[in-house]
């Protein structure tokens, strides 16, 4: 907690600095006046930084001053206790009294809503009851609203449109009782390829942060932070996302039992677009070892790859290539879902002998597990299918297909498959993925296509 | 008419016997005595072992002796005796018997006996042995990713022979207490039997998996072999160490095999189903040499999935 304080203070020190040499823009019309003599030269120079630094002052003063009265902290309370289990940030973004905040702020809430309450805290210490309208488990991003209206209610502005790349964005947020807080940036455009966008933010945005506004120098909202636990750099949920969720600004309140419907359908829907685009075309092949495998599927997941030809005491070789998709869904408490992943291993092991290296091979594809760290209350157990499989391309797998399924929401299961190929005698590929949260349908194909893929050269 | 006199251990095992061609017996301390009995308990004269001439039975008399005479643990002056009564004179036992009492018959030998005589071979169970270690180092081998060290492979493997010898050591032992043959050799030599008999079973189950994929019914197989396995080794070791009846062997090695088996199907059962992130299914691969069974086509496998689906939701409902 101290440290978090000492740590604000002194980036709030900097922003000055930071902004002025990151501010070429403004800079540059005074530059280019400068024609006379060496001396005169740097008399603008300083007078061109001491503007930059009025100004930027002017605009974080003036985003203090402005949208101080709309920006709150979010708690959220234990009933039991009747002390705060998680804090986050929100903003207002109309007078009716609609709080935008992260899903994962308010997630306890969701999951329990019998055990919590939510929670907000204004700039001027007073706090008030909040109500969740909607949430969008994708984008991470929760409406929830005042129960009770003051009599002043005031708002931030929606952007119209992302600013340009390279222009200064704030980030806000209301984490401890030090009232409102700006860390700078810089807008650095939208991730290219990414399944679920997120503007990369290069200023650091702390856990209490969460569910805060990130604005542009006039003070309209162009994002909103994310900061959950394992994000190291800082991501925001861009515009065009927070304007999906403003469409149910005027709805009712959700229901209790409405939520893990709307939650499930959100999921069902999102996985089925995933899929789609996954599915529907026909999957790029890269050479591993003898086999062709279809490694970086689409634009958007990112693939590494690794061998062992560096240790010189092994006696096979091991070639792997590994993809994921970068983002997973926050569901609550440590378990997230969406997440894909695909791995394959090329074994060579001549010099091990046959008996040997299928020994070695078996140990290989032992012990394989879920990508992510869902508990009893929220999976059943895996059950596995296992047989021998030959595929269209007359590669023939040893092939496991396990699945497992949610507790909470129906139709939605994660699947582990892993293979591996019984066609050499001191040869294997194995290939090996992990879907979380999706749909028979998606699954099934996904799984046919996954298998169908795999060819000798 | 003779009397016959077995003089018990502590534990009423026979460790001397005594046969009188006469009608009567004189029992005590003395020289004089036809029992003499080296015991600071017993009197000069201590007790009269006669034949009732009307009856024909067994009787003890005491001689006034200083410390009595106790049957079946009771002080008596004078008894008629059954056949089995532990008389106890001083801290002498002794059993007194009647040679009128036919005797059990005798047990047959029986032909198992005589075909077991090959295990009683020093050569075959050296040999049985060397086998078992090589065989155990030739897993260690095949287990093995890095460069393999035969020297650095041979005390953990001689270690494990080591643990395995303490069976027949101590069914030898065990033999040796009750004044039996210790039959060590045999013992030895089914012990290396049984080791083979595993890893060649174990070897067949990974083939069978391997190829058919069988469901949880091979499981029970498993176990079922398993269970005979131990009970007819358990059964064999009891055969070889001692002379029992088979109704006694049969229940001891029953018994044993339970006690060995059942934590083991109680754990299995304990863990049931316990919630895993890690999903539980057959790992082994075979070269394909060991592939003998066709595989099926990719589009049959998805369909045999869609099952697997109804099989989790169920699992949701518990």
Redesign the interface.
Known sequence: MVAHVIYFVESKQNVNRLTNVNNPAKLAPLILIVTGTHILRILIFMLSMFCSLAHSQQTAQNLFGQYRTALYQIKIIELESGNKSSIGSGFQIDTSGNVVTNYHVVSEYVYNPDKFRIEYLAHDGSEGQLQLVDVDVINDLALVRKVALSEQESAFPIAQSLPKQGSAIYSLGNPHDLGMIVVPGTFNGLKKSSFYQRIHFTGSINPGMSGGPVVNELGEVMGVNVATAGNQIGFLIPLAKIQGLLTSQNAQVLENEQLKPRIQEQLLDNQNKLFALLNNHTWPTSVLGEAMIPSKITDFISCWGGSNTSDKEALYLSVENRCQLDEQIYLHNGLRTGGLELEFEWLDGKSLGEHRFYNFYSQSITGAGASNNATKTDVTNFRCQQDKVTNINGVTNKTVFCLRAYKEFDQLYDVLFVAATLDHTHQGLISHYTLAGVSKESALVFTQKFMDAISWQ | MAIVLELLSRKNIPLKHYKFEQDYVCVGRDFNNDLRLDDPYVCPSHMLVAIDPESGKLMVNDCQSTNGIKVNNKFVRQATLNSHDIIKIGRTRLRIIDTKVPLVEAIPLSELEENMSWLNQSFLAICLSFVCLGFLLLTK???????FNLIKALPSELGQLAVFSLWPLSFAILAKVVKKESHIVSQFSLTWLLVLLTNTLILLQKIAI??I?PGTWFIWLELLIFALVVGGFIWLSLFIAFHQTNHRRNIIACSMTFIILAPIYALGFLNN?E???????????????Y?L???????K??G???S??T???K??IK
């Not at chain 2, 919630?275 to 040499?289: H, K």
């Not at chain 2, 069974?293 to 589009?299: K, L």
């Open positions: 081998y095949l287990g093995s990713v890095q460069e391997f190829n994929h189903d919630f895993d992130s890690r999903p539980s299914y057959n790992p082994v691969l075979l070269p394909p040499t592939n069974t066709s595989a099926v086509p990719t589009d496998f998805i045999n999935a869609n697997l689906f099989q989790v939701d699992l949701k």
